[in-house]
C-alpha cells in the first residue's frame, strides 16, 4: 500500500510544474502585474496548471499557454520569460505593458503564436526574434515600437501572419520578407516608412494581403501585386505609382526611387562598407536619427558624384533586366486559406488545459463550417463587402472580448460592447457554430433577412463576421445606451433604478408596436416575419428610451435545438402563447400575445407575469384599469390612455389565437398607424 502511494505521489511530481517553472511564473507575475490587483489566483506553493489564471499545461505538467489578454496589466515584459521552454503560446494583447521587448524571447523555441499588441510597448523590434522557427503568427501593432524592420525576420520559415501596424517604424521594408513561404497576411500601415515596395516581396507564393497605408513609400508598385485585387492597400503614400492600380499614377520611367531612400541591401549583396564613396554619404545623410556624426570629406565630392550616377545607372539596368523576365515568367500563385481565421480562439486556450501541448488541436469545424466562403454566400460582391467584418475588427473592438467589455451570456451566446476604429460603439453577438442551423444555406438564408430589417424599432444590424478557425459567427449591432426593458421593472422607489414616467411608458409601448408591425407587414415582402422571442429582455431602448426590438428573426439562423431552449425560457417567463403547447408553431398572434403580456408589464411596472394576472381578471370585468398601474407613478397618469391599453393589452393575451387583433389594428387603435 505504502508503495502505491509513493507511486502515486511520483506521478503527482512529474504531472506538476517543476520548481523553476514555478519560481519563473511568479516572476513574471511581478513584472506583468507590480501591484498585485489582476493576477491574484497566482499564489505560491500552488499548481498553476490548476489554480493559476491564463495558465495551460501540456500532460508531462510544463507551461505551455499563457492566455491574457485584456485583462489590464500594466508592468513590463521580464526576460525570465524565457525560461518556460515548453510555451507554444504567449497572448498579452489588449494590456497596457510598458518598455521594450525583451530580447530573451527568442529563447522560445516552440512557440507558435505571439500575441503583444494592443500595449504601449516601445524601443526596437529585437532581431534575435527571428531565431524562432516554429514562430506561425507575429503581433505587434497598436504599440510605439521604433526602428527599422529587421531584416533577419526573413529567416522565419514559418510564419503566416506578421503585424506591425500603428507603431513608429522607419526604414525600408526588408526585401528578405519575401523568403517566407508561408507568409499569407502582413500589415505594415500607419508607419513611417520609406523607400519601395521590394519585387520579392510582391512575389512571396502565399501573400494574399499586403497593407501599408500611410506611410511614405515611393517608386513602382511591383505588377505582381495586382493579384492580390483588395488584398492589396496603399492609400496614402504619395510616392507610389504604378500601371493597373486604383488611384495610382503611372510611371514615367521604370524605377522611381529617391536616391536619398534606398532599398534594404538583399542577401549576398555587398555591405555598407563595401560600397563606394557615394552609397557613404547617402549612409551619413540619414544617420541624423540615429546620432551618427560620420561625414564626407570635401576631397571626395566629385568622387560622390560621379558615384551617384554609377549607382543610378546600374540600378535602373537592372531593375529593367528584372521586370522583363519577372514578365515572362508565368507563376501560377496558389492561394490559401486565411492564417488568422485558421487559429485556435485565444478564449478557448484555457479549454485545452492538459491535453494538449499546443493551442492548434484541430477543432471538429475548422476545415468544414464556412457559410460566407468566395461564392457559397449568395451576397453580391459590394453588398457583401459593406456588411462583412474580419475577425481583427471583432477582436479589437471587444478588446479580444475582455470580461470588462461583456453585456450579456446566455447558453448559445454573448454580448459584448465595443468600439469600432471610427469610434462608433457597437454590440457583438457571438454565436457558436454548434448554436447555429447546420445547412450552411440555411443559415445564409437567415443571414440575409437579418441584414434586410432596417427600421427606426428595430436593432440595426451593422454587419457580419463568420470566423471558421473559431467556428463562431459575430453579429454587429448598433450599440443601444440604456439597456433592456427588464431592468426599469420592479423598480423600487430609493434603491437608484429609474422609474419611467408615464409618458416614456406610452412611447416604449408604440415603439414596440411599430417595430412588431414593420416585421408583419413589411413593404416588399411576401411573407410576414414572426419575431419569436419577444420579451422585457430583447426590448432595448435607446438614448431617448425608444423602443427597439433586438433579437429579432434570430430562430432563422439557430440550430433547432437552440430555439426550443429559448421558447422554454420565453414560456417561463409568460411571454409564450398557449396554443403553442398544442400546435407547436408560432404565429403572428404569438408575437400579439408577447406584446400585450409587456403592456401589462409596463402598466403595473411588474415583470411577474402572475402578480398581474390577479388584477388583470378583476380589471377586465369592471372596466377599470387604474388599480393595475404602477404605484410607483404616484397617480401620474391618464386614466383614459390607461384603460385604452388596458382592453388592447386583454385582448392582445386573449386566450384564443383568433381573438387577439391583428397589430395594424392595434397601431390603428393608439393612434401611430403609419402607411
Same mark, same amino acid.
Given at each position: 500500500m505504502s508503495l502505491l502511494l509513493l507511486y502515486l505521489q511520483l506521478l503527482l511530481i512529474c504531472a506538476s510544474p517543476s520548481l523553476s517553472e514555478l519560481n519563473t511564473l511568479m516572476a513574471i507575475k511581478h513584472s506583468l502585474d507590480p501591484e498585485n490587483h489582476i493576477l491574484t489566483s497566482w499564489v505560491p506553493h500552488s499548481d498553476p496548471c490548476l489554480a493559476f489564471e491564463g495558465v495551460a499545461c501540456n500532460e508531462q505538467g510544463h507551461v505551455t499557454n499563457i492566455s491574457l489578454q485584456g485583462k489590464g496589466l500594466s508592468g513590463k515584459l521580464p526576460a525570465t520569460m524565457a525560461h518556460l521552454k515548453s510555451l507554444t503560446g504567449l497572448y498579452l494583447h489588449f494590456n497596457a505593458l510598458t518598455g521594450e521587448i525583451p530580447k530573451e524571447i527568442a529563447n522560445l523555441t516552440l512557440l507558435n503564436d505571439l500575441y503583444l499588441n494592443e500595449n504601449h510597448l516601445s524601443g526596437n523590434i529585437p532581431r534575435e526574434i527571428a531565431s524562432m522557427d516554429n514562430l506561425q503568427v507575429l503581433q505587434l501593432c497598436y504599440n510605439k515600437l521604433t526602428g527599422n524592420i529587421p531584416t533577419e525576420l526573413g529567416n522565419m520559415k514559418k510564419l503566416s501572419l506578421l503585424a506591425l501596424q500603428y507603431n513608429q517604424l522607419s526604414g525600408a521594408i526588408p526585401a528578405s520578407l519575401g523568403e517566407l513561404e508561408t507568409l499569407t497576411r502582413i500589415d505594415l500601415s500607419f508607419n513611417t516608412l520609406f523607400g519601395p515596395i521590394p519585387l520579392r516581396l510582391a512575389k512571396a507564393p502565399k501573400l494574399q494581403t499586403l497593407d501599408v497605408r500611410n506611410n511614405s513609400l515611393s517608386g513602382d508598385v511591383p505588377a505582381a501585386l495586382r493579384r492580390l485585387k483588395g488584398g492589396f492597400q496603399y492609400n496614402n503614400n504619395p510616392g507610389l505609382c504604378g500601371t493597373g492600380f486604383i488611384n495610382l499614377a503611372s510611371c514615367k520611367t521604370l524605377s522611381n526611387l529617391d536616391p536619398n531612400r534606398p532599398e534594404p541591401f538583399e542577401p549576398g549583396n555587398p555591405s555598407t562598407k563595401d560600397l563606394p564613396a557615394a552609397s557613404a554619404e547617402l549612409k551619413s545623410k540619414n544617420c541624423s536619427d540615429t546620432h551618427c556624426t560620420t561625414k564626407p570629406s570635401k576631397s571626395s565630392n566629385f568622387g560622390v558624384v560621379f558615384g551617384v550616377i554609377g549607382v543610378i545607372l546600374?540600378?535602373? +539596368? %537592372?531593375?529593367? +533586366? #528584372? +521586370?522583363?523576365? @519577372?514578365?515572362?515568367?508565368?507563376?501560377?500563385? *496558389? &492561394?490559401?486559406?486565411d492564417a488568422s481565421d485558421s487559429r485556435l480562439s485565444t478564449d478557448q486556450i484555457k479549454e485545452v488545459g492538459r491535453k494538449s501541448a499546443s493551442p492548434l488541436i484541430s477543432l471538429e469545424y475548422s476545415n468544414g463550417w464556412d457559410p460566407l466562403a468566395k461564392g457559397r454566400a449568395g451576397y453580391s460582391q459590394e453588398l457583401l463587402e459593406s456588411l462583412m467584418f474580419n475577425l481583427e475588427e471583432v477582436e479589437c473592438a471587444t478588446q479580444c472580448f475582455s470580461d470588462v467589455n461583456l453585456l450579456s451570456k446566455s447558453n448559445f451566446s454573448s454580448v459584448y460592447k465595443g468600439i469600432l476604429r471610427n469610434g462608433s460603439l457597437v454590440a457583438i453577438k457571438c454565436i457558436a457554430k454548434t448554436s447555429c442551423k447546420s445547412d450552411e444555406t440555411e443559415f445564409l438564408k437567415g443571414l440575409k433577412v437579418l441584414t434586410s430589417l432596417k427600421h427606426e424599432n428595430l436593432v440595426r444590424l451593422r454587419g457580419f463576421c463568420c470566423s471558421k478557425g473559431r467556428g463562431e459567427c459575430f453579429l454587429v449591432h448598433d450599440f443601444v445606451p440604456n439597456g433592456s426593458l427588464l431592468q426599469y421593472l420592479d423598480v423600487k422607489n430609493g434603491h437608484g433604478g429609474k422609474i419611467l414616467e408615464w409618458s416614456t411608458r406610452l412611447s416604449i409601448i408604440h415603439g414596440i408596436a411599430k417595430g412588431i408591425g414593420y416585421l408583419h407587414g413589411r413593404k416588399g415582402s411576401k411573407h410576414a416575419l414572426v419575431h419569436q422571442n419577444i420579451s422585457a429582455e430583447t426590448v432595448l431602448l435607446g438614448a431617448r428610451y425608444n423602443a427597439m426590438l433586438s433579437d429579432s428573426s434570430m430562430h432563422k439562423l439557430l440550430a433547432d435545438d437552440v430555439v426550443f431552449s429559448t421558447l422554454?425560457? &420565453?414560456?417561463?417567463?409568460? @411571454? $409564450?402563447?398557449? =396554443? @403553442? %403547447?398544442?400546435? *407547436?408553431? $408560432? %404565429? =403572428?398572434k404569438s408575437d400579439? @400575445?408577447? +406584446? *400585450? #403580456?409587456?403592456?401589462f408589464q409596463l402598466l403595473t411596472g411588474k415583470s411577474d407575469i402572475t402578480k398581474i394576472s390577479r388584477g388583470r381578471d378583476a380589471a377586465e370585468t369592471s372596466g377599470f384599469f387604474g388599480d393595475l398601474i404602477d404605484e410607483k407613478l404616484e397617480g401620474k397618469f391618464s386614466e383614459s390612455e390607461a %384603460?385604452?391599453? *388596458?382592453?388592447i393589452a386583454v385582448l392582445c393575451t386573449h386566450e384564443s389565437p383568433h381573438c387577439r387583433p391583428s397589430m395594424e389594428y392595434v397601431l390603428q387603435e393608439i393612434g401611430v398607424f403609419e402607411i
Open positions: 546600374a540600378s535602373t +539596368f %537592372t531593375g529593367l +533586366f #528584372v +521586370f522583363i523576365w @519577372y514578365r515572362r515568367q508565368k507563376q501560377k500563385i *496558389g &492561394s490559401t486559406a422554454k425560457a &420565453s414560456a417561463a417567463m409568460g @411571454y $409564450l402563447a398557449p =396554443e @403553442y %403547447t398544442t400546435t *407547436g408553431r $408560432l %404565429t =403572428e400579439i @400575445y408577447a +406584446f *400585450g #403580456v409587456i403592456v %384603460t385604452k391599453l *388596458g382592453k
